[in-house]
């Protein structure tokens, strides 16, 4: 049995990145017999950027509903909301020890938010690492299924694991690898304003719950150019980034017809591949945005989802957090 476990912010609606990055990796992980899965909402994690309580409210009810309406099964994976788990807490506190000032200050994503809000450099950004690391190895997880924006802080789960068994001489924790599906590359989906990844405060996404017009707008809007100055020249980031969510949610067909008019030096074809770009998104995105929709509302549903999960994700950090105590010798006259 492997143990999977992912979780995902409740700062804003989900978007393609989510979706292509981690989302979907979920569900194909959570039909194999041989994983046990863990899927959350690190409502936690959403506490460093001082999120208003009702956005709180709204926000997970959303996430949740988008992950069922997405497939994730209540009956195959345990799914849960992060702060119902008290036991992570603890663990992210007997886990601050194993890392250094210096270390954290180093984690480039800690680096852009302290640049994003200067006034607002506070301890839990700065402990990110450390909460992620306990949210993982509170189920000794094998694999972590996430965006390539995500690596740097799986290291940290890395180094936090192998010091844990070093300084106790014990082979506790195992290194979880962020590898998704075999040999599979993580993915960025990139955002359509030219640069960079898609990103909720980028402001440059595609929601899974857009309705079709927004999201013919989006893509209509997209940064494009008079088209390639010569056959087979290099195709400059904006373009590619196009090509980029073009792969994951067209067909090869698709992608090597573009490709081909690309490399042929072709122009005058950017309307065409943007109206199938928007088609074949609207295609992956509408029966989700339909379903959240009907889930969203069912407080007595989502309630029992929550607390089944709670419960079951419960026992098993306890018992790692039993285990943890006994090791870093906290079980006093036993
Ligand atoms: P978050 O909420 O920023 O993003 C959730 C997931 O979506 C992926 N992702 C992307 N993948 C590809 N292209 C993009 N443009 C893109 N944007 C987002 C992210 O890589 C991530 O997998 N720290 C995490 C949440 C977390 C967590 C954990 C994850 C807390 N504890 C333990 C795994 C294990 C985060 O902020 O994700």
Redesign the pocket.
């Known amino acids: 049995m492997k143990t999977v476990?992912?979780?995902?912010?409740p700062?804003g609606n989900l978007h393609l990145?989510?979706y292509?990055?981690?989302l979907i990796n979920f569900l194909k992980m959570q039909e194999d017999k041989d994983n046990r899965c863990f899927f959350f909402i690190?409502d936690l994690?959403a506490m460093t950027t001082h999120p208003d309580p009702k956005m709180m409210q709204e926000n997970v009810r959303n996430i949740l509903a988008t992950y069922l309406a997405c497939g994730l099964d209540p009956e195959k994976a345990t799914i849960y909301i992060q702060s119902q788990i008290v036991e992570i807490v603890e663990l992210e506190l007997l886990f601050g020890p194993f890392v250094s000032i210096a270390e954290l200050s180093k984690v480039v994503t800690f680096k852009e938010k302290a640049k994003q809000q200067p006034k607002n450099v506070n301890v839990g950004l700065f402990r990110y690492p450390v909460l992620?690391a306990a949210?993982?190895l509170a189920f000794n997880a094998d694999y972590?299924p996430?965006?390539?924006?995500?690596e740097q802080?799986l290291e940290f789960t890395q180094h936090i694991a192998s010091r844990f068994n070093n300084r106790f001489g014990v082979n506790y924790f195992k290194e979880p690898t962020p590898f998704i599906v075999k040999d599979q590359a993580l993915?960025?989906?990139p955002g359509l304003d030219g640069s960079g990844?898609?990103?909720k405060s980028e402001g440059n996404c595609i929601y899974l719950v857009d309705d079709p017009q927004t999201i013919e707008k989006k893509v209509k809007g997209a940064l494009t150019d008079n088209g390639p100055e010569g056959a087979n020249t290099p195709k400059p980031e904006y373009i590619e980034n196009l090509f980029t969510i073009l792969k994951v949610v067209s067909t090869p067909e698709v992608v090597a017809h573009y490709d081909h008019l690309w490399n042929a030096g072709e122009q005058k074809w950017y309307g065409n591949l943007k109206k199938q770009l928007a088609e074949d998104i609207i295609k992956v995105t509408s029966p989700i945005r339909e379903r959240i929709n009907d889930i969203k509302n069912d407080n007595a549903y989502l309630r029992r989802v929550t607390q089944a999960g709670a419960a079951k994700a419960r026992e098993s950090a306890g018992k790692t957090l039993r285990d943890v105590r006994e090791i870093m010798g906290l079980n006093y006259f036993a």
């Open positions: 476990l992912s979780g995902i912010r700062t990145g989510n292509y990055g981690a690190a994690h992620m949210d993982i972590v996430v965006g390539k924006d995500q802080h993915v960025k989906i990844k898609m990103g």
